[in-house]
């Protein structure tokens, strides 16, 4: 088995994929918005980023098992709970959820290690990203 893959590129297919979902969503009356989507949008992007990065991730290095990764979105004081872990700006963040942005593209949601829910989440595509790789939640707060 690989033992990398490019994480970024599968990063960016789940964004595309998702930005071809939202017009069908919006027309069929789920809210798509960062702040405003419920179950039904967290629904489908939890699934497209299951799909097309954590199971590639699983079936291509055959180290984890999808249960290991920390829901998008919700809690991740459990730092058993794998992430996708990157630098950005330079800091080290984790991808905490995929969400529109207020120009209407699908960007990752980074958290910075030590800050509280919400607190300076920035939004960025993979490529604004280096240094992509996974790892525990240990060190990050939720």
């Known amino acids: 088995m690989r033992d990398e893959i490019d994480i970024s590129q599968w990063l960016g297919l789940a964004l595309r994929a998702l930005e071809a979902l939202v017009p069908h969503a919006e027309a069929a009356g789920i809210v798509t918005d960062c702040a405003e989507a419920y179950d039904e949008w967290e629904g489908v992007v939890g699934a497209i980023f299951t799909s097309f990065v954590v199971l590639p991730l699983c079936d291509t290095t055959g180290r984890w098992s999808p249960d290991q990764f920390h829901r998008l979105g919700f809690d991740v004081t459990d730092p058993a ?4 872990l990157a630098d950005h700006a330079g800091a080290a963040v984790f991808v905490f959820d995929i969400a529109k942005d207020s120009a209407g593209r699908m960007r990752l949601l980074l958290r910075s290690a030590g800050l509280g829910a919400g607190e300076h ?12 790789r996974i790892g525990p939640l240990a060190g990050f707060s939720g």
């Open 81 to 84: 709970k794998l992430a996708v």
């Open 121 to 132: 989440d920035v939004f960025a595509s993979p490529e604004a990203c280096r240094s992509f």
